[in-house]
């Protein structure tokens, strides 16, 4: 099931990171991962990093899910995993989804990114990889 | 001749919900009037298309979508589609341009340049826009919540050409409804982005009367997830919210409805998409004569441009969209549209380059010379299926319309998060309609391939975009008169609390060189800023 420790449901944060309005696969994100049975806050679009981070911690999350379509997934996901560190949030799985080219998910990951999810992943693959990456932090 | 069995055939359902016989005659058609219904080329309720002789007398226009980085950059790229035979031009603006922010915004870090061009004073759009020949070519601005201040830019740099107002064609996307459903870019609240849409169909039928000041994107509602059905009622839901608007400023509906343009989406089933734009425009000649009282034919043609939508395109086998790209446009080219525009084969990606720009181009020139396409006009007329399924979808639209309707309108509806619960829902189920393999995807979950990863080129992104911006910016600040921008930002102030038309004020300030930042600003301490429903 979807739990996280404690036996309570998996807590997501789905945000849109920047300028970029491309919401739909995000979206689609928080319908599949309500449906496995996970609680999902979704920030709507325009949040800065700051915002994010601090929408994590507030709302307590397991798992932190950028979506970005504008082609700035590099700085905004270097600056989030900054942040993330800083505020002492590095036990999020973090995910990375939208526009990103495949010659990116190196780097993404090099940064400390979790998963990165490009347009075409599987649904069924992420909610797979946040299950597991929970069960095993549990 | 024995009956072909049909029970033991997989059933079709459409995206829209429509079931499809495998046969259709006479019969499905027989209620239905030749001259009522359907109707010449030209004349109401136009379902064949709005002119008399369609493509045989004119090719639809031809459009792409471009403009990068600088004003400059983007010049020689307007110049370059203008020499290989484009008729128009179609400007893509950077985020930050898109949303009111200047270049030196701390939120427009990491934005400047990346998805279109820059624009942060009438000095970049000047740039942007020389020598192109203003007068012979119509443009088409893709700006929503601050067009307002766009379309002055153009006119003031309209008038430094030396073409007079009444001479400029070209359309603000200005959909705000839309925005607000599906990409993205709204900065104020409903009610008052929808007064200044008003403000600018009020000036421009009274200033600019070739100038289209808002185009319906039923577009960008499809490719946020709506079916076609949705698609097209929720455009035409969000356009008599338009021009009830207007309407309430005293202008005649004739005034101003043939200057209303759509915006529309083709990916999916040819037939669903070819019944979907005859059924749209019968709907909407009865919708603007019968509901409005309109009286003159050219107020109640459903004119538009569509193309190939970026919904139907995959990463995997890139190539295949080139293909795919072809259909979408013999699909447009079969529903009668009047402009066409094509997604590039690499926009499930990144940004158009030149080459595949350059092949959505040819497809379109290809399929308008080569291929008959231009012979006859609404080819597809009186065929047993499309005249039924055209039925059907006009059916649908107009129910999908009342359910809007019953909750109070578009803006209610808007408001509220209703539409973009629907729509989310239904990309949601679409989706994983396409993972489990049930809608087929060709590429995706057949005929797959290993594939190489590389074989996209990528539009880089330019850092030093932003810098040279951010130095232009200051240098404009500097020479400019300071008294004079105050004044005028003082002055469209005054106008946005009451009920005055502020086109004239944003026209003073842009003159003045005031940035697209500070007149945004104006507006947003006047009017505050939309607080998006996310409750999905």
């Given at each position: 099931m979807a739990e996280a420790s404690g036996g309570k449901r998996i807590r997501v944060l789905i945000a849109k990171p920047g300028l970029d309005g491309h919401d739909r696969g995000a979206k689609v994100v928080v319908?599949?991962?309500?449906?496995?049975?996970?609680?999902?806050?979704?920030?709507?679009?325009?949040?800065?990093?700051?915002?994010?981070?601090?929408?994590?911690?507030?709302?307590?999350?397991?798992?932190?899910?950028?979506?970005?379509?504008?082609?700035?997934?590099?700085?905004?996901?270097?600056?989030?995993?900054e942040m993330v560190k800083e505020e002492g949030l590095s036990d999020k799985l973090v995910l990375v989804g939208g526009n990103i080219p495949h010659q990116d998910i190196k780097t993404l990951l090099s940064y400390g990114v979790t998963g990165v999810f490009p347009t075409g992943a599987k649904l069924d693959d992420i909610v797979k990889f946040i299950k597991e990456g929970i069960e095993g932090k549990k | 001749?024995?009956?072909?069995?049909?029970?033991?055939?997989?059933?079709?359902?459409?995206?829209?919900?429509?079931?499809?016989?495998?046969?259709?005659?006479?019969?499905?058609?027989?209620?239905?009037?030749?001259?009522?219904?359907?109707?010449?080329?030209?004349?109401?309720?136009?379902?064949?298309?709005?002119?008399?002789?369609?493509?045989?007398?004119?090719?639809?226009?031809?459009?792409?979508?471009?403009?990068?980085?600088?004003?400059?950059?983007?010049?020689e790229r307007f110049k370059w589609l203008l020499e290989?035979?484009?008729?128009?031009?179609?400007?893509?603006?950077?985020?930050?341009?898109?949303?009111?922010?200047?270049?030196?915004?701390?939120?427009?870090?990491?934005?400047?340049?990346?998805?279109?061009?820059?624009?942060?004073?009438?000095?970049?759009?000047?740039?942007?826009?020389?020598?192109?020949?203003?007068?012979?070519?119509?443009?088409?601005?893709?700006?929503?919540?601050?067009?307002?201040?766009?379309?002055?830019?153009?006119?003031?740099?309209?008038?430094?050409?030396?073409v007079a107002w009444d001479q400029v064609r070209g359309t603000t996307q200005n959909d705000i409804l839309k925005e607000y459903i599906g990409r993205g870019t709204w900065v104020f609240p409903v009610e008052p982005s929808i007064r200044l849409i008003g403000d600018m169909v009020e000036f421009c039928?009274?200033?600019?009367?070739?100038?289209?000041?808002?185009?319906?994107?039923?577009?960008?509602?499809?490719?946020?997830?709506?079916?076609?059905?949705?698609?097209?009622?929720?455009?035409?839901?969000?356009?008599?919210?338009?021009?009830?608007?207007?309407?309430?400023?005293?202008?005649?509906?004739?005034?101003?409805?043939?200057?209303?343009?759509?915006?529309?989406?083709?990916?999916g089933n040819l037939w669903e998409q070819v019944a979907k734009f005859r059924a749209g425009r019968r709907l909407w000649a009865k919708i603007i004569k019968e509901r409005f009282g309109a009286e003159n034919p050219r107020s109640m043609i459903l004119r538009m441009i569509a193309g190939g939508g970026g919904g139907g395109l995959t990463i995997q086998q890139p190539e295949n969209n080139i293909v795919r790209g072809a259909y979408y446009a013999l699909i447009s080219a079969l529903s009668g549209t009047q402009t066409m525009a094509l997604c590039s084969y690499d926009e499930a990606y990144t940004i158009p380059s030149k080459k595949a720009a350059l092949i959505s181009l040819r497809t379109m020139q290809i399929l308008a010379d080569e291929m008959g396409l231009r012979d006859t006009v609404d080819p597809l007329g009186g065929s047993y299926y499309v005249e039924w399924l055209t039925k059907e979808m006009e059916r649908k639209i107009e129910?999908?319309?009342?359910?809007?309707?019953?909750?109070?309108?578009?803006?209610?509806?808007?408001?509220?998060?209703?539409?973009?619960?629907?729509?989310?829902?239904?990309?949601?189920?679409?989706?994983?309609?396409?993972?489990?393999?049930?809608?087929?995807?060709?590429?995706?979950?057949?005929?797959?391939?290993e594939e190489e990863k590389t074989q996209i080129e990528f539009h880089a992104f330019n850092p030093k975009v932003a810098e040279e911006q951010r130095k232009k910016l200051k240098e404009i600040k500097a020479q400019r008169n300071e008294n004079e921008v105050e004044e005028a930002l003082l002055g469209l102030e005054k106008a946005a609390q009451t009920q005055e038309n502020v086109m004239p004020l944003v026209l003073k300030a842009v003159r003045a060189y005031a940035t697209l930042g500070e007149i945004s600003k104006v507006f947003k301490e006047v009017f505050g800023e939309f607080k998006e429903p996310v409750g999905l």
């Open positions: 319908h599949t991962l309500k449906d496995a049975g996970m609680e999902v806050i979704y920030t709507g679009l325009h949040k800065t990093i700051e915002e994010i981070v601090k929408a994590a911690s507030q709302e307590d999350v397991d798992v932190i899910g950028l979506s970005i379509y504008s082609g700035a997934h590099l700085p905004l996901s270097k600056k989030l995993m | 001749m024995s009956k072909p069995k049909f029970d033991e055939l997989k059933e079709v359902i459409l995206e829209s919900g429509i079931e499809v016989k495998p046969l259709y005659g006479p019969d499905d058609i027989k209620d239905l009037d030749y001259e009522k219904e359907i109707g010449q080329p030209g004349e109401y309720p136009f379902t064949r298309g709005i002119h008399p002789l369609m493509y045989r007398k004119r090719p639809w226009t031809m459009r792409q979508y471009s403009g990068f980085g600088t004003a400059k950059e983007a010049n290989q035979g484009q008729t128009a031009l179609n400007v893509a603006f950077d985020l930050p341009t898109q949303l009111g922010l200047d270049s030196d915004d701390p939120r427009a870090e990491r934005e400047v340049g990346r998805v279109g061009m820059a624009i942060d004073t009438l000095k970049d759009l000047e740039e942007a826009l020389s020598d192109i020949p203003i007068d012979q070519i119509s443009t088409s601005l893709t700006i929503n919540p601050v067009a307002s201040i766009m379309l002055a830019m153009y006119l003031v740099v309209a008038e430094k050409h030396g039928s009274q200033n600019v009367p070739k100038f289209n000041p808002f185009s319906v994107c039923g577009y960008h509602i499809r490719e946020s997830g709506a079916t076609p059905v949705q698609e097209m009622a929720y455009a035409f839901e969000i356009a008599i919210t338009y021009i009830q608007e207007v309407l309430k400023r005293g202008l005649g509906i004739d005034d101003f409805a043939s200057r209303i343009a759509f915006n529309f989406d083709i990916h129910d999908c319309m009342k359910k809007v309707e019953e909750i109070g309108g578009m803006i209610k509806a808007v408001e509220s998060g209703f539409i973009q619960s629907e729509v989310s829902r239904q990309a949601y189920l679409q989706e994983k309609k396409i993972q489990s393999g049930e809608i087929p995807k060709i590429g995706v979950n057949k005929y797959i391939m």
